[in-house]
């Protein structure tokens, strides 16, 4: 089995930061590339920010300059560094990996549970 865990939601006044961390534990051969999906109230998920297993990233317009994606490979776990946090970044956020469990499977996408990050003062 795969699980992924997130951590590091809570509640920040605007202007403020927070970081959160997925790490990725089981039967992984290889983890590939992982992102940050939020979901705020009442509309659908998106995507934040994903990087790749070479550590290339991608980053959602309304969030660039404000937040950092980054991995440490040697402990399959990702981070998210958010700063300047906005009343409108209120949402649940979900962490994605696309993993592979031996040499000879297919990669698959696996999601958290999520951890609510709320700005608010």
């Known amino acids: 089995q795969v699980q992924l865990v997130e951590s590091g939601g809570g509640l920040v006044q605007p202007g403020g930061s927070l970081r959160l961390s997925c790490a990725a534990s089981?039967?992984?051969?290889?983890?590939?590339?992982m992102g940050w999906y939020y979901q705020p109230p009442g509309k659908q998920r998106e995507l934040v920010a994903t990087?790749?297993?070479?550590?290339?990233?991608n980053y959602a317009d309304s969030v660039k300059g404000r937040f950092t994606i980054s991995r440490d490979n040697a402990k399959n776990t990702m981070y998210l560094q958010m700063s300047s946090l906005k009343s409108e970044d209120t949402a649940v956020y979900y962490c994605?990996?696309?993993?592979?469990?031996?040499?000879?499977?297919?990669?698959?996408?696996?999601w958290g549970q999520g951890t609510q990050v709320t700005v608010s003062s």
């Open positions: 994605s990996a696309w993993i592979r469990r031996s040499a000879i499977s297919g990669e698959y996408n696996y």
């Open positions: 089981g039967n992984i051969f290889s983890l590939n590339t």
């Open positions: 990087i790749s297993g070479g550590g290339r990233t």
